[in-house]
């Protein structure tokens, strides 16, 4: 049972209580956290209840709750069995999966290899799903029986696995009422859905019959959406909810100063990146990179403006991804970065920095101190905050020097980041980034073989470390602040909050 | 002179309102510290009090000094403030006298495109513009002043259509005066008052809105110290450095207050009605 | 009368009609695309080309906007772009939210700012009337997040006696509308306080006055009742604003109102979404304007519509 609070407070929630049994709307949980609910409170607000359809951090965590994938990846970047119990790469385009046993989605019915077929072949054929340019790489998706599948590609994708960790599986009777399914989904996750109010929370209740017996151990869970990060932590510390995610630095300070709040740090599996308009005037010349990047004193933000809550770049793939290496840190040198400005005859270089609005902690103030360094070696940067719509049309036009951006690799695979932004037909609206010998080692990395793969990430970010068409200042670090009611949390790397096993005293 | 000696408020409000405009135009002179240099190992001090201290406001989340940034950053936010009701009040009294005078269809049309208007929030009308033009002084102040011609519209397009059915304008008219005459020699000097009232009141407006917009990134770029923008940059970190919000807050507050004084005030000395 | 009902009515169609085009024109012209809203950073344009067609983006203009035109005929406003639930539910469910909250702030407006008003009006030049000026100057000029703030680190987290944020029972809506109202309260009792002043000045009242009723009646029943025509215009107004412009305070107490909503949806680009509460708020302004003009004709005999 919870420990009484104050007497006041209980007095004043029981008289509010009673004004509020007249109330528009009662709230059960409203100022106390009650036994056997736990309520989280997420910094960006779920979209849409079908796991095809969207990209968010935030959806993939609610979602993940309701349906499972056939994998999953664990805090330590393993990849483990979920609804498939073993998966296999037969040859360089060819995927087995054999199925769990004995699991059964929310209305009863089985889970069978009818469902990833359906589930697989619905993404890729729906042109309307958000995940589906993703597998537009699938040939076929063939039952061999219940519980095996086997997967056939257009060409190597070796980060399959990686990507299905994010794909809930749903049942085949979804299909053909799409609309009305959604209304009230189904899946095989620890929670079943109850409700959700659009923008504002969602609503969770316990499934029982979850095929895993450590899960799930609450009955009820509650997600709200509170964007407002001071608003968030106020819910917080007043006891209101039991675990924010996306604390700033600043911020922990505070919380750790409320009692009955831990704070839990971790590197997360994204690198900030600043990426060139290679088109232009600045950014086409290597040596004005090259500059750029001596002039920025990266371990300056990471200590001040960061507070420590950031980690130094050895390599744009972060530690845990298949790829990483150690490339060794950037140095900090203004004056080498004068003399090389002065030699390229660019003396009185001006650059646009485009930052995407509100998107990453801090951008803005760090924004201002790169201003800063760089105006130290005669370089003019005009910050142009623009709102995020904007801010993409600008970068797509080209009409940019320097663009604020970050890259966090969800799925834990960098494929999608290299494909994306170091092909030609991926930068081509972009970056402008064009280099055959990158473009030929991303096709090469595409296989399923693990060894193959981190040799060719390894070449391909040499090459890039020596050409910068980017700047990685800092790896991010992902801040969670918890009630110290709960137990068993576990601050996860990509940003995801996963309830399934964590209990409330 | 003396009929100003009975109205307090006008020289309170004026006097407010010299002071901030003042210290503000006199940045430079009045302190040395650089209001866009950051200081990275001076961040987040606290206000030091006014003893001669290096930074009696404090510094805020980049180090730099907050009484340096408030100070400069009002000759952002005043100037802006100001050319946003000259031109929103020039546009405005130009359409009122048009259409209260031209009456008809004209009227009508303005009128409902008004009312079209001031039917979109401010801050979408706000995005559109910037997403097409881009954040600048220029923008910011034609979005301001989109927000506010219609009030004097308004006010002018009732005055001229009360005026215009007077005994002495219709004489006027008999007589052969055309509608510039009209305009310079009766209507106007009868508008002049309650255009005062307003642009001084409209003037503490511009200066919320400009802060709100650029509150919500629609306005100046940093690092320029706009009162809005400190607004903004403050607001993460109401619970721990209070004092990055709040000096700006009380900046606007004092220029509110003197334009709200001076704008009551004037209202009181040169509504005809209310002499005694 | 009637002459001028159906003009001001035909106006209004006009008007709305107008707001409409206006919306639509405005939202498919300015930079931003939909469907890279919807689709990861890391999407290929191909995709965003795909998504663009199937939301119907590509066709020209005018069909758009005919089609458009023909569903919200039938009561079908589209699908959220970013919801991927009809838009006219999505923002209905706003509705319940957006009312308390407005109405709380309305009447708190009322109940504070026209005794503040009254107040310093009938005892002006007094130490009343500058207090009440440093109230009005104070709630004009504080800005609404910090108020904001300030209200739920106080009430919510160091006392405890309110919800820090979130929509549900009468205890979740105080530090909200009070947030919401300080501003229109302010402005409430500066404009009461004119209006009155320059009502209290006239003849007509000095020659109630002359008569001998005693001060209070002269002031509640004669000029008040003309004081609330000027009064009206801004609370029709501030109903508008208070409808559109209440996103920070939504923000800060995560109050599911239109405000944010609206604001989201164009940061999103999410255009059926915009253009509902576009439509539907312009409907209740040029409904309420039309309302108010009506109460003129109550409210102050001299003031006939020909």
């Known amino acids: ?505 | 002179m003396t009929r100003l000696a009975r109205h307090p408020m006008i020289l309170l409000g004026g006097l407010i309102l010299a002071v901030v405009v003042i210290a503000s135009a006199a940045a430079p002179w009045l302190t040395s510290a650089d209001p866009l240099k950051p200081s990275f190992a001076r961040r987040l001090t606290p206000p030091q009090g006014l003893g001669g201290a290096a930074h009696p406001l404090g510094t805020d989340n980049l180090g730099r000094d907050i009484l340096a940034r408030v100070l400069h950053g009002g000759r952002l936010s005043l100037v802006l403030a100001a050319s946003a009701v000259a031109l929103a009040a020039g546009v405005g009294v130009l359409v009122g006298l048009a259409a209260g005078l031209i009456g008809g269809r004209l009227d009508d049309l303005v009128m409902r495109l008004a009312d079209v208007q001031l039917a979109f929030p401010v801050i979408m009308l706000a995005i559109a513009i910037v997403a097409v033009v881009g954040t600048s002084a220029t923008a910011l102040v034609g979005v301001l002043a989109l927000s506010g011609w219609v009030l004097y519209a308004r006010t002018v397009r009732a005055a001229v259509l009360t005026i215009r059915e007077t005994d002495y304008v219709e004489a006027a008219r008999t007589l052969g005066a055309g509608n510039v005459r009209l305009i310079a020699r009766h209507i106007l000097p009868n508008t002049l008052a309650p255009i005062l009232v307003l642009a001084s009141s409209q003037f503490a407006t511009m200066v919320l809105l400009e802060s709100g917009l650029s509150f919500l990134g629609l306005g100046l770029q940093p690092p320029q110290p706009s009162w809005g923008l400190m607004l903004a940059e403050g607001r993460d970190y109401l619970s721990n450095a209070w004092w990055l919000a709040t000096v700006p807050g009380l900046a606007i507050s004092l220029v509110v207050l003197g334009a709200n004084l001076l704008g009551d005030g004037l209202r009181d000395l040169l509504d005809p009605r209310l002499r005694q | 009368m009637r002459a001028y009902l159906l003009r001001r009515l035909w106006q209004s169609a006009v008007t709305l009609v107008g707001v409409s085009i206006l919306v639509f024109v405005i939202l498919r012209v300015i930079p931003g695309d939909p469907a890279k809203m919807l689709l990861p950073e890391g999407a290929p344009p191909s995709a965003v080309e795909a998504l663009n067609r199937h939301l119907g983006l590509r066709e020209p203009l005018w069909v758009q906007y005919a089609i458009f035109l023909r569903s919200v005929v039938r009561g079908d406003f589209g699908q959220s772009f970013q919801y991927r639930s009809p838009a006219l539910r999505v923002v209905v469910e706003r509705v319940p939210a957006t009312i308390q909250l407005t109405l709380a702030a309305m009447a708190l407006t009322v109940l504070a700012g026209v005794p503040l008003g009254i107040v310093a009006a009938v005892r002006q030049r007094s130490a009343w009337d500058y207090a009440s000026t440093v109230v009005a100057v104070l709630g004009q000029s504080l800005p609404n997040f910090w108020l904001g703030i300030m209200l739920v680190l106080l009430f919510g987290v160091t006392l405890r006696w309110l919800p820090t944020s979130g929509f549900g029972g009468w205890l979740s809506l105080v530090l909200p509308s009070v947030t919401l109202a300080a501003f229109p309260t302010a402005l409430v009792a500066r404009l009461t306080r004119s209006s009155l002043l320059e009502i209290l000045g006239q003849e007509y009242i000095r020659t109630g006055r002359a008569k001998g009723l005693g001060e209070p009646r002269v002031v509640l029943r004669h000029a008040l009742r003309n004081a609330m025509i000027p009064l009206l215009t801004v609370l029709g107004l501030q109903i508008g604003t208070l409808l559109g412009g209440a996103v920070i305070t939504e923000s800060i107490f995560a109050w599911p109102g239109m405000g944010k909503l609206v604001v989201d949806a164009i940061f999103f680009r999410d255009f059926p979404v915009v253009q509902t509460i576009l439509i539907l708020s312009a409907t209740i302004f040029v409904v309420i304007n039309l309302v108010v003009d009506l109460l003129y004709t109550v409210l102050d005999p001299r003031i006939r519509y020909g």
Do not use: C
């Open chain 1, 1 to 505: 049972m919870t420990t009484p609070r104050l007497t006041r407070r209980r007095f004043v929630v029981g008289s509010g209580a009673l004004l509020g049994a007249t109330a528009m709307r009662p709230r059960a949980a409203r100022a106390q956290a009650r036994r056997g609910q736990i309520i989280a409170g997420l910094s960006e607000r779920m979209l849409t209840l079908d796991p095809a359809n969207h990209y968010s951090i935030s959806s993939t965590s609610v979602l993940r709750h309701v349906y499972d994938p056939l994998l999953d990846v664990t805090n330590d970047d393993k990849f483990v069995p979920a609804l498939a119990e073993s998966w296999k790469a037969l040859n360089n385009t060819t995927w087995r999966f054999v199925l769990r046993k004995g699991v059964r989605f929310h209305d009863g019915t089985p889970f069978t290899a009818d469902s990833v077929v359906f589930t697989l072949k619905r993404v890729r054929d729906n042109t309307k799903l958000i995940k589906s340019f993703v597998y537009q790489d699938i040939d076929d998706v063939r039952k061999e029986d219940d519980v095996t599948v086997t997967v056939t590609t257009k060409r190597p994708f070796g980060s399959l696995p990686a990507h299905l960790t994010m794909l809930g599986m749903l049942p085949p009777s979804a299909g053909g009422n799409e609309d009305g399914f959604f209304t009230k989904p189904v899946g095989t996750g620890p929670f079943r859905f109850t409700s959700w109010t659009h923008g504002d929370h969602v609503e969770l209740e316990a499934n029982a019959g979850y095929w895993r017996s450590s899960a799930p151990k609450v009955d009820r869970l509650t997600f709200r959406f509170i964007p407002e990060l001071s608003t968030r932590a106020a819910a917080l510390r007043a006891g209101e909810i039991h675990v924010i995610d996306r604390v700033w630095p600043d911020m922990v300070s505070t919380l750790k100063g409320t009692s009955g709040i831990k704070v839990h740090d971790v590197p997360a599996v994204e690198a900030q990146r600043w990426h060139f308009q290679l088109a232009r005037e600045a950014g086409k010349d290597p040596r004005v990179r090259k500059a750029v990047s001596l002039a920025i004193d990266r371990n300056t933000i990471i200590k001040e403006l960061l507070l420590g809550y950031a980690r130094p770049v050895v390599s744009p793939v972060p530690p845990g991804l298949i790829g990483h290496t150690n490339l060794g840190q950037k140095p900090y040198d203004p004056d080498r970065a004068r003399a090389i400005l002065k030699q390229a005859g660019h003396q009185n270089l001006t650059l646009d920095f485009v930052l995407m609005k509100d998107l990453y902690p801090k951008q803005l103030e760090i924004a201002q101190a790169v201003a800063a360094m760089l105006g130290d070696v005669g370089v003019k940067v005009n910050i142009r905050n623009l709102e995020i719509a904007t801010a993409r049309e600008q970068r797509s036009a080209g009409n940019y020097d320097l663009f604020f951006s970050g890259w966090a690799h969800m799925p834990h695979d960098p494929d999608w980041y290299f494909g994306q932004w170091f092909t030609k037909a991926g930068a081509e609206k972009m970056t402008r980034f064009n280099d055959s010998r990158v473009e030929q080692l991303i096709a090469e990395g595409r296989v399923p073989d693990p060894k193959v793969r981190q040799q060719k990430y390894e070449e391909i970010q040499k090459i890039l470390w020596e050409d910068e068409p980017e700047i990685w200042p800092y790896y991010s670090v992902a801040i969670y602040a918890v009630s110290d009611k709960l137990r068993n949390f576990e601050a996860r790397r990509d940003y995801y909050v996963l309830l399934h096993e964590v209990a409330i005293a």
